[in-house]
């Protein structure tokens, strides 16, 4: 292992740092227990003399736990007693890190389903 490996496991670890996640690859029920990092860089940009504030929501993952991460996953965030407190979905996938340890995801809320006005008694 490198020290650029230990450097990146010890950010993940870090309880400032990282959060513990469950990975679920497209979705589905049963998922992966990850460790990730949460970004949400700001922005404001110019166009037509006006000024708009973009934010996103950035998830780091190492790619030695999900090697594959792809559009549609979805990713349970949870808190220190391990419950979920946010759900996710992978919108966009970014950059890799130069040396191939980190994979950055853009990622959206998963707003719960409204329940239909047919289903109510």
Do not use: H, K, Y
Not at 69 to 82: N, V
Not at 92 to 116: K, N, Q, S
């Amino acid at each position: 292992m490198s020290v650029f490996d230990l450097a990146v496991d010890a950010q993940f670890e870090d309880p400032n740092l990282g959060l513990d996640a469950i990975w679920r690859a497209g979705g589905a029920e049963t998922g992966l227990p990850v460790r990730v990092r949460r970004r949400s860089p700001e922005a404001i940009i110019g166009a037509a003399g006006n000024q708009f504030d973009l934010d996103a929501m950035l998830i780091d993952v190492r790619l030695s736990e999900v090697a594959e991460p792809a559009e549609g996953d979805q990713i349970d965030l949870l808190d220190e007693g391990r419950a979920v407190t946010e759900t996710v979905q992978v919108i966009g996938l970014a950059r890799i890190d130069t040396r191939r340890l980190v994979r950055t995801c853009e990622v959206a809320p998963v707003l719960p389903d409204e329940p239909d006005e047919d289903d109510e008694p």
